[in-house]
């Protein structure tokens, strides 16, 4: 785990897990690389701003 969160990409596959169609988890480039994220709750977060309201 320590290594997948070191590695800056997209993605990373452990033990030869499937890479696609896993439905609510996202997977694609990051940064600059690539057409963004792809995935459902990917998706939805690429058409919304985000805003913190601290009251």
Excluded: C, W, Y
Excluded at 19 to 25: E, M, P, T, Y
């Amino acid at each position: 785990m320590r290594v997948a969160e070191a590695v800056d990409a997209g993605g990373v596959r452990i033990n030869g897990a499937p890479s696609h169609g896993l439905g609510d988890i996202p997977f694609g480039g990051n940064d600059g690389s690539g057409i963004n994220r792809e995935g459902v709750h990917a998706t939805i977060e690429q058409m919304l701003r985000k805003k913190s309201i601290i009251l």
